[in-house]
T-cell receptor, first 114, second 110 residues
């Protein structure tokens, strides 16, 4: 099993450019999440999807959009990248959304916005 | 105030030593507690859950103090492979959301 996969692993953008970060999981998990991790700060939730067909904002959603394409895939889009969005982005998934279950993380995407 | 606060360290310890560190959380409604481990430039992975009565997993012992709102992690007989950043994670029982601390860095030297 691949677990949670993310593409790309690295990306450099210029201010104003757009891009989509892809995430897929093969564990049949209902819930999926997008986080960003910045130096000296904990992971912060950008958006989440409790189940296929639903998405909701997390702690820092501004400047991002998401799509839960199907049960396996959850993408994060930056419409107009800004230097403040330079970060490491992690996708995660977890089992049925009833109570807390372990979240499994992808390897991350390192994004630099110039 | 951050919801979860940790001493960033680093804690530099020799092999075989014991190292312990805490994290504090601000939301008294928090119900679930965890330690995740994150290696340099890698993704976080669950190390262990933290139960009210305290629990051990091999050389790792986790404790929860609800009255003072902190959890702790103790690593005995440290190995070089224990070098990592340890993330304190807190969740509310009625909410899937996790709150992450910024992490405590541990470096074990030979």
């Amino acid at each position: 099993n691949a677990g949670v996969t993310q593409t790309p692993k690295f990306q450099v953008l210029k201010t104003g450019q757009s891009m989509t970060l892809q995430c897929a999981q093969d564990m049949n998990h209902n819930s999926m999440y997008w986080y960003r991790q910045d130096p000296g700060m904990g992971l912060r939730l950008i958006y989440y999807s409790a189940s296929e067909g639903t998405t909701d904002k997390g702690e820092v959603p501004n400047g991002y959009n998401v799509s839960r394409l199907n049960k396996r895939e959850f993408s994060l889009r930056l419409e107009s990248a800004a230097p403040s969005q330079t970060s490491v982005y992690f996708c995660a998934s977890s089992a049925p959304f009833v109570s807390y279950n372990e979240q499994f993380f992808g390897p991350g995407t390192r994004l630099t916005v110039l | 105030r951050k919801e979860v606060e940790q001493d960033p360290g680093p804690f530099n310890v020799p092999e075989g030593a014991t190292v312990a560190f805490n994290c504090t959380y601000s939301n008294s409604a928090s119900q679930s507690f965890f330690w995740y481990r994150q290696d340099c430039r890698k993704e976080p992975k669950l190390l262990m859950s933290v139960y009210s009565s305290g629990n051990e997993d091999g050389r790792f012992t986790a404790q929860l103090n609800r009255a003072s709102q902190y959890i702790s992690l103790l690593i005995r007989d440290s190995k070089l492979s224990d070098s990592a950043t340890y993330l304190c994670v807190v969740a509310r029982s009625n909410d899937y959301k996790l709150s992450f601390g910024a992490g405590t860095t541990v470096t074990v030297r030979a």
